[in-house]
């Protein structure tokens, strides 16, 4: 039986803040960039008390401006808190939207804290006869627990509610009664509130003293029974001590008066809410919402309007089913109140087909389809080493089909010839997550799929680049879906892990078609929002055609000599040991190098560097290389550790490392080239990653040398736009004086510096037109005096007056700077030349550091964007040339603006003309895209 007398207080703030932090490393962001990670965690929150307590009465409690009474006491209270996030900031006014429309009472008064409001509120409805729960996880509140009131900790990563009643604060704090919780708080202080308390007194020491004394008061009465330093401390600080209690202290007696019948929970506007949640995207909640607060025949009459629902609800009893059943007639389990569906409680009908008969008529159904989403299940996820296991399809919502493959590859290849007529179809669209891993398992059995292509992975990058992509977390969000984890069936990762040849044909069979029936599903959701965002294009046109080509590129892979790396190796080894011994003789002794720690007390402790060195939040020196790189130039030891740093990543990182990448089928190395990393557009290398290897220093360009061609007669090209993101932002800007320059072919980092600096083209020395070079790429990333003249020999006024010359003689750079700033305030992103959206959530933050950030996205966004667009644009015409003339050329690597080809020497010529002819006309801008071709023997050579 659920009590009537039970009050329930939420504390609004803590349980806010707690959902931000438990998301902030994978924030939930919708498709219109807003960062809804704040508001969904209070809402599930505030859902999980209701569903599982079902009570009737309810109120949710917030600070408004602070505890004025405690700041005047002590100047410093909570002074050492960071401001709040801006999103948590957005993020209130919208929660208490929502309390408004589900008629839930929203308390707050003006300097007075949650916690003082919720202590008033469960003292005054304790009188009255009431059990009081507060809901929140802040241990403050455990001073406040009586026979009638509780502490409520909410579930969290997986650990179910904890309520506190006298027992449970007893065993936590060694206390005989919850108020000496007030004592041991005041005693021990607390650093997220700023409270001092004693000092030298902790945890421990707390509770013995509380045991001995039994309260602040009696301990400072009776300090003739300390020892040493601790009772000097104490009688020292007894004051402090007092005031530390009267800190950590709720108040009881707030401007503030409980009446039961204010805080009922009543019927809500279920259409203002639902609005509400439709616009910040939350399916799953509003589902969850429509179980609690409407009749089961409400949820399942899905022709019925909201309008009509509620005029229902209004000619009935005037009751509603806030703790009915769910649309299946079954309640949800208060445990499992995440509220996503599952393969358990969901309607589906997969089959596994493993007869011949049941092959004939599957094939037949499959080949009549226009639409069918797949997914293969194989041996591994590295793409030349997998072998089929089975294949599912779908092509209706909640039924699907698996088919199993046998271990025996000729076996294996045979069953596959039978669907080769489906993926050869080039009228029957394939859809799939992450296409290109099954394009490129099936490519394994000699198996090309043709005809149109839709990855729901693809397409979710393109509406929200910033979320991840991931079926479950889509899954999830879109559908209200918790799909089953794949370590259900095969165990986690770790070398207990089973294959999936080792798990039953059933179990295999609903994972496998529960993936291909949530893709299909998936599609439905994505193809209307690609056409909200004017998308369509971009994906259909640019995304889903690169992925064929970066399919072949993966399986191409590149050519690696071993024994050029191997050579490099030992030189390196070399390099790194002189290193260290020019370091500890600056030092005057011998130290790990590697250890930030050990790094740090010789550069800042005895060596004394720094004047105020800057730390980290342990306490350490920070040896970052942002703050090393500062003092590199006056201090030959930082110089020789940040190249041993360089040298050691370079020999761990890819000497070392890429030699064990060869595939022994291949004997080459197979990069895989991920879409959907970069929110700008840019592709990333990934296993290995072939873009980061640093070509500033020499050795670092060495390694290129091991790249090298197929054989004896063929030649690597390799063909880089020139200064394409300059050209980029020339043409946006408009700017007439840059414009010239480039269709002049003047060099437009000294044509720079000599209007910056004022002096004839001729005259421009190497130093001016580096300085110029610095600034030209930096504008794009809105660098600062500061920044530039770390880049440059030049001082900090020397940059400023640089950086305000350079605006002067290009004012329309600045002035589309300024455009594009102001069109993210207004519409939340800004977008490339082919239409690609960068959501900028904080371009309106109030936080000038985070504000900052995002108006510097704004400018740089289209600018990379567009780069990478481009050459996209590039790669796909290439691809396409070199298949229908039927050239041998294969195209082997994408490194930022610049593509690598493996060349029969019979073939370079053509090719040469046909590649700078397709990168340069790639796209139309008011300025020529210029392309610069090299070849060679090995990479470095070529570039």
């Known amino acids: 039986m659920v009590k009537e007398n039970r009050l329930f207080l939420l504390d609004a703030y803590a349980l806010i803040f707690r959902a931000y932090y438990a998301l902030i490393k994978n924030p939930r962001v919708n498709s219109k960039g807003q960062d809804t990670s704040a508001i969904m965690g ?26 004025h009474a405690r700041t005047e006491m002590y100047e410093e209270y909570k002074a050492n808190r960071d401001e709040t996030p801006q999103v948590i900031r957005d993020s209130v006014p919208v929660i208490q939207q929502i309390l408004e429309a589900m008629e839930i009472p929203v308390m707050q008064i003006e300097g007075m804290e949650a916690d003082d409001i919720i202590g008033t509120l469960a003292k005054q409805a304790e009188k009255e006869g009431f059990e009081v729960y507060m809901v929140t996880p802040d241990k403050d509140f455990a001073q406040l627990v009586s026979e009638n009131i509780f502490m409520y900790k909410p579930s969290r990563m997986g650990n179910g509610i904890e309520k506190w009643g006298i027992p449970e604060v007893q065993k936590k704090y060694g206390v005989e009664r919850p108020e000496q919780v007030i004592d041991f708080l005041g005693m021990m202080g607390d650093s997220s509130d700023n409270i001092p308390g004693l000092p030298g007194v902790g945890e421990k020491t707390a509770k013995k003293f509380l045991k001995q004394f039994g309260s602040m008061e009696a301990l400072l009465e009776n300090t003739d029974q300390l020892k040493g330093k601790m009772k000097e401390k104490i009688e020292e600080n007894a004051e402090l001590g007092r005031l530390s209690k009267k800190l950590a202290t709720i108040f009881t007696d707030c401007e503030v008066e409980f009446h039961a019948e204010n805080f009922k929970l009543s019927q809500p506007d279920v259409e203002k809410v639902v609005e509400i949640f439709k616009d910040l995207e939350f399916r799953r ?6 179980k609690m607060f409407n009749s089961p025949e409400d949820v399942t009459k899905e022709s019925e309007t909201l309008s009509d629902k509620q005029n229902k609800k209004e000619a009935g009893s005037g009751q509603f089913s806030l703790f009915g059943n769910d649309a299946s007639g079954e309640d949800v389990e208060a445990e499992n109140f995440q509220g996503y569906k599952i393969l358990e409680n969901t309607d589906h009908s997969y089959q596994y087909v493993n007869s011949a008969m049941g092959i004939k008529i599957f094939l037949e159904k499959l080949n009549q389809q226009k639409s069918v989403c797949f997914d293969t299940e194989t041996t591994s996820l590295k793409t030349l080493d997998a072998h089929l296991v089975g294949i599912a399809f779908s092509w209706e919502k909640g039924k699907g089909y698996y088919i199993s493959f046998p271990a025996n590859q000729d076996e294996a290849q045979e069953l596959v010839n039978q669907l080769k007529p489906f993926f050869e179809n080039e009228n029957i669209e394939k859809i799939g997550q992450n296409l290109k891993y099954d394009i490129k398992v099936l490519a394994n059995y000699h198996i090309e799929v043709k005809g149109p292509l839709f990855d729901t992975m693809l397409a979710h990058y393109i509406i929200n680049p910033d979320m991840r992509h991931n079926m479950d977390v889509l899954a999830e969000t879109y559908l209200n879906y918790s799909p089953q984890p794949i370590a259900d069936l095969i165990g986690k990762k770790g070398k207990n892990q089973k294959s999936m040849r080792d798990v039953e044909l059933e179990k295999v069979t609903e ?52 024994n050029i790396l191997n050579d490099l190796s030992e030189g390196l080894t070399k390099d790194i040991a002189q290193l260290e011994k020019e ?14 720690k050990q790094l740090g007390e010789i550069l800042f402790g005895k060596l004394e560097i720094a004047k105020k060195p800057k730390k980290t939040k342990s306490g350490q020196y920070s040896t970052a290389e942002d703050v090393l790189s500062y003092f590199a130039k006056d201090y030959p030891i930082v110089d020789k550790v940040l190249q041993w740093r360089g040298l050691s990543k370079l020999k761990s990182t890819y000497v070392d490392a890429l030699p064990k990448q060869i595939h022994d089928r291949t004997g080459r190395v197979h990069t895989e080239f991920m879409q959907t990393v970069a929110a700008t557009g840019r592709l990333s290398s990934n296993n290995p990653n072939l873009q980061n290897i640093p070509i500033r220093t020499e050795r670092g360009r060495e390694v290129r040398k091991a790249f090298v061609p197929r054989d004896e007669n063929h030649i690597l090209l390799a063909a880089d736009y020139s200064q394409i993101e300059l050209r980029i932002i020339a043409a946006l800007s408009e700017e007439e004086t840059m414009i010239e320059a480039f269709k002049n072919g003047e060099d437009i980092h000294a044509s720079t510096a000599a209007k910056v600096f004022d002096v004839p083209l001729n005259e421009v020395t190497r130093e ?40 002067k003689t290009y004012p329309k750079l600045r002035d589309y700077m300024d455009e594009q700033v102001e069109f993210a305030r207004e519409n939340g992103y800004v977008k490339t030349v082919l239409g690609r959206r960068r959501y900028l959530k904080d371009i309106n933050a109030r936080n000038n550091v985070v504000k900052s950030a995002a108006e510097r996205n704004a400018v740089n966004a289209p600018i990379q964007g567009s780069a990478a667009d481009i050459i996209k644009v590039a790669m796909i015409r290439i691809h396409e040339k070199l298949k229908k003339q039927n050239f041998k050329t294969k195209m082997l690597l994408q490194v930022h603006d610049e593509l690598i080809f493996d060349v029969p020497k019979e073939e370079l010529d053509d090719l040469q003309k046909l590649i700078k002819q397709e990168m340069e006309n790639a796209y139309e801008l008011i300025v020529p895209l210029k392309v610069d071709i090299g070849t060679g023997q090995n990479w470095l050579e070529a570039h």
Not at 285 to 290: I, K, P, R
Not at 782 to 800: H, P
């Open 42 to 67: 209070f809402m599930n929150s505030l859902f999980d008390v209701i569903k599982r307590e079902k009570p009737n009465l309810l109120a949710v409690c917030f600070d408004k401006g602070g505890s």
């Open 285 to 290: 909640l509003t589902e969850q919402f429509m």
């Open 511 to 562: 994972y496998a078609v529960e993936d291909a029936d949530i893709t299909f599903q998936l599609k439905k959701y994505f193809e209307e929002e690609l056409k909200d965002a004017s998308n369509e294009h971009l994906f259909g046109d640019l995304e889903i055609p690169l992925l064929r080509v970066l399919a072949d590129m993966e399986l191409e892979g590149i050519n690696v000599d071993k």
């Open 583 to 596: 370091v500890f003789e600056i030092a005057g002794e011998e130290f790990n190098i590697g250890s930030p």
């Open 768 to 807: 001016q037109r580096s300085n110029a070079k610095t600034v030209n790429f930096g504008i794009i990333y809105g660098v600062s005096a500061f920044g530039l003249s770390n880049q440059t020999n030049l001082s900090r006024s020397e940059s400023k007056e640089l950086i305000e010359t350079y605006y």
